[in-house]
């Protein structure tokens, strides 16, 4: 199975700075089928970015995804007071599906 | 979207049967793919395994001799039977829909504690 690593383990930032969030993969991700979701305390996961680059149905502009291959990038350009929370990423190109353990953006 | 809502025990002991069940509203269950995904307190998320409209099933291989998935277009709803559970199992487990893997709509979550 491909093994997802998410770094750095926790972002410290204030509101209105940028944060850049990894996701390296153990072997490369077919057809960049790559997706990002956001989990705030006591809430279920939301899907922000699936293909790796594509916005879901309601996600604002300022969330953005890059990358392809082993190495992806969730950058959120603006932090808003909303956005800090726990962000995984998640691999669908081979079976089975598998999460990456996480990046906590907590406010400095 | 569609809306999703878990229902099942809460508690179980070890070596019980968990038995969930995820009620589909505000759309149709002849669509899409359907899923179980748990939770650990205070860890990560772990894809259980997923069906599709034909019944056919998907199995996380770590999990897949416990496992059962069925899909009941009628009520439209579907459902989760884990075996054999044990201390390990205690998570919070979520359903959730989407299409070509990735999940788009989930529940709320229920959480289930294993604990003699």
């Known amino acids: 199975e491909i093994v997802l690593t998410q770094s750095p383990g926790t972002l410290s930032l204030s509101p209105g700075e940028r944060a850049t969030l990894s996701c390296r993969a153990s072997?490369?991700?077919?057809?960049?089928?790559l997706a990002w979701y956001q989990q705030r305390p006591g809430q279920a996961p939301r899907l922000l970015i699936y293909g790796a680059t594509s916005r879901a149905t309601g996600i604002p502009d300022r969330f953005s995804g890059s990358g392809s291959g082993t190495d992806f990038t969730l950058t959120i350009r603006r932090l808003e007071p909303e956005d800090f929370a726990v962000y995984y990423c998640?691999?669908?190109?081979?079976?089975?599906?598998?999460f990456g353990q996480g990046t906590k953006v907590e406010i400095k | 979207q569609v809306q999703l809502q878990e229902s099942g025990p809460g508690l179980l002991r070890p070596s019980e049967t968990l038995s969930l069940t995820c009620s589909v509203s505000r759309g149709s269950i002849s669509r899409y793919y359907w899923s179980w995904i748990r939770q650990p307190p205070g860890k990560g998320l772990e894809w259980i395994g997923s069906v599709s409209v034909t019944g056919s099933t998907n199995y996380n291989p770590s999990l897949k001799s416990r496992v059962t998935i069925l899909i009941d277009r009628p009520n439209n709803q579907f459902s989760l039977n884990l075996t054999s559970v044990t201390a390990a199992d205690t998570a919070v487990f979520y359903c959730?829909?989407?299409?070509?893997?990735?999940?788009?709509?989930w529940g709320q979550g229920t959480a289930v504690t294993v604990s003699s």
């Open positions: 998640q691999q669908y190109g081979s079976s089975p599906a598998t």
């Open positions: 959730a829909s989407g299409v070509a893997g990735t999940f788009d709509s």
């Open positions: 072997q490369t991700v077919s057809r960049s089928y």
